[in-house]
Antibody, heavy 119, light 110 residues
């Protein structure tokens, strides 16, 4: 069965970086785009960007350009997202999600990773 | 780009039907049929309920339906059940590899 398993919770100080992972299984990794979405406590969903696991091409929403980097490792079917220059406003649950069919909808989601930024 | 606009809350009694609207612009919902809807229960990851404005993934109840007209998309839930109580988010492709979410709607089943 399709699964996206994310790395564990992180606690970071302001100014630091965090690198999250999302390991895919149960399907051909390179056939489906993967997105990252975050949700601050008590808030709504916010789309961050997309990566094509086949060629590694990426696109980030303007808000995160220059601060977010998405990569992938096809040998382990894992997608990574690094967020730099963290502030308290980056405290959120970060989800990876698989694109249904290149139509920007998400049929499978990871369990989420809580990132807490605090001094 | 601004988020899509959803009502903050809606409510209905068991068995009734409710509709959640999602208003965008001619640059997103008005231009693309790539609208999706997600249900999220507290502490859980979102779940896809509708994609491409009106298509239902396998396994999703046919009580859930979606539509799109002009710059507005809608999610209708018929025959409300207690387990439908959750947050609902709309989402639309906005061109140039960009995606927008709505602010979310809390559905209360009375």
């Amino acid at each position: 069965q399709v699964q996206l398993v994310q790395s564990g919770a992180e606690v970071k100080i302001p100014g630091a970086s965090v690198k999250l992972s999302c390991k895919a299984s149960g399907y051909t990794f390179t056939r489906y785009y993967v997105h990252w979405v975050r949700q601050a406590p008590g808030q709504g969903l916010e789309w961050m960007g997309i990566i094509n696991p086949s060629g590694g091409s990426t696109s980030y929403t303007q808000k995160f350009q220059g601060r977010v980097t998405m990569t992938r490792d096809t040998s382990t079917s894992t997608v990574y997202m690094e967020v730099s220059s963290l502030t308290s406003e980056d405290t959120a649950v970060y989800y990876c999600a698989r694109d249904v069919a290149d139509d920007y909808s998400f049929d499978y989601w990871g369990q989420g990773t809580l990132v807490t930024v605090s001094s | 780009q601004s988020a899509l606009t959803q009502p903050a809350s809606v409510s209905g009694s068991p068995g009734q039907s409710i509709t959640i609207s999602c208003t965008g612009t001619s640059s997103d919902i008005g231009s693309y049929n790539l609208v999706s809807w997600y249900q999220q229960h507290p502490g859980k990851a979102p779940e896809l309920m509708i994609f491409e404005a009106s298509k239902r993934p396998s396994g999703v109840s046919n009580r859930f339906s979606g539509s799109r007209s002009g710059n507005t998309a809608s999610l209708t839930i018929s025959g409300l059940q207690a387990e439908d109580e959750a947050d609902y988010y709309c989402c639309s492709y906005a061109g140039n590899s960009n995606l927008l979410f709505g602010g979310g709607t809390k559905l209360t089943v009375l």
